[in-house]
């Protein structure tokens, strides 16, 4: 256990359906952030959060919606979906936004869009 | 724009021997932080080994070693004396710049034979 949970670890969807991830830690951290994994390609980092502030969104489609209400939970909202958004999403938390700073990842929703 | 390289998709290892991941980088700045990370079949990614890029001592953690060549932009992981629980997906992660964000190889997926 790395002190990140993620509920739920699976979830199965349809193309019209609004659900949501969640993500919390209470290791005292205050950046958090979204990565979705896909099979054969590079973990893809979608949303930091620093100090409950959004401060990156790689060109995230606006299907993925994402809340951070306080430091020690981080939410994905999710609508209107595509098959191709089906894959892991791990949710990582560290204990600030830089750069030598170990991140500890959750053990991801595994989510499949129908 | 940085990126991370991991050429071998899937290595092999027979218990008790020696295997070295590879893993190269691209970046323009001097100052950075190179990671790997196990992501064991439960999925929970954790971090195995950290190298400080203005350190030119190389980074031990007990049978984990890396191999640090930064005018190669080279990182490549040895692990000796391997075990049945090295058996992961290995990912090489990169950190530098102002924000600092991890960016991620494709990963490598370890077997170690009986």
Redesign the interface.
Known sequence: ETGVTQTPRHLVMGMTNKKSLKCEQHLGHNAMYWYKQSAKKPLELMFVYSLEERVENNSVPSRFSPECPNSSHLFLHLHTLQPEDSALYLCASSARSSMNTEAFFGQGTRLTVV | AQT?TQSQ?EMSVQEAETVTLSCTYDTSES???L?W?KQPP??????VI?Q?AYKQQNATENRFSVNFQKAAKSFSLKISDSQLGDAAMY?CAY???S?????????TKLSVKP
Do not use: A, H
Not at chain 2, 99 to 107: E, S, T, V
């Open positions: 991370v998709p100052d950075y932080y990671f990370y439960s999925r929970q990614m954790i971090l950290r400080e990912f950190s530098g710049g924000q600092g964000n991890l960016i991620f190889g494709k990963g």
